[in-house]
C-alpha cells in the first residue's frame, strides 16, 4: 500500500470508529501494511467491521486477518503460487463468478422446462373431447 492508499483506508476507518486521522498516523499505517494490496486491506476492513463490536482498529489486526487468509488460500490451493499477494481475492472472485454462472444456468433450465410443461403441443384439451 502506499501513502494514497493508506490514506482511502484510514478514511474507511475513521467512519467506522470516529477516530482522528493525520499524517503521521497515515504514514506509519502504510509502513506497516505496504507488503499487503489496498484491495486486501479494505476487505480486512471489512471482515473485522462485521466480527468485532468492542476492539479498537489496529493495522495488526488487519494484517493478521490477511495472512489467516492467504494461509487458508494455499491450504486449499497446493499448486498455486502464494506470491500473487491478492491471488485469493482473485480466487474468491472467480468462485462468485462461478455461482452467478450456475444460478443463471439453473433459472434458465427452470424456464426451459416450465416453456416445455405450459406448451403442450395443442394437444391439451384433444384426449378429454371425446
Known amino acids: 500500500m502506499?501513502?494514497?492508499e493508506s490514506k482511502s483506508l484510514l478514511a474507511s476507518?475513521?467512519?467506522?470508529?470516529?477516530?482522528?486521522?493525520?499524517?503521521?498516523?497515515?504514514?506509519?499505517?502504510e509502513a506497516v501494511l505496504a507488503p499487503f494490496t489496498f484491495a486486501?486491506?479494505?476487505?480486512?476492513?471489512?471482515?473485522?467491521?462485521?466480527?468485532?463490536?468492542?476492539?479498537?482498529?489496529?493495522p495488526a489486526h488487519l494484517v493478521d486477518i490477511i495472512r489467516r487468509k492467504r494461509a487458508q488460500?494455499?491450504?486449499m490451493n497446493p499448486g498455486r503460487s502464494v506470491g500473487q499477494?491478492?491471488?485469493?481475492?482473485v480466487f474468491e472472485a472467480q468462485i462468485a463468478a462461478a455461482l452467478t454462472q450456475?444460478?443463471?444456468?439453473?433459472?434458465?433450465?427452470r424456464l426451459a422446462v416450465e416453456a416445455m410443461e405450459d406448451d403442450d403441443g395443442g394437444e391439451g384439451d384433444r384426449g378429454t373431447q371425446d
Open 102 to 109: 450456475i444460478k443463471a444456468h439453473r433459472g434458465n433450465a
Open 85 to 89: 499477494a491478492d491471488a485469493w481475492l
Open 73 to 75: 488460500y494455499a491450504d
Open 40 to 58: 486486501e486491506c479494505m476487505w480486512a476492513l471489512r471482515e473485522f467491521a462485521r466480527n468485532n463490536v468492542t476492539d479498537y482498529l489496529r
Open 2 to 4: 502506499n501513502f494514497e
Open 13 to 29: 476507518v475513521a467512519v467506522l470508529d470516529n477516530r482522528t486521522v493525520d499524517a503521521t498516523s497515515i504514514t506509519m499505517w
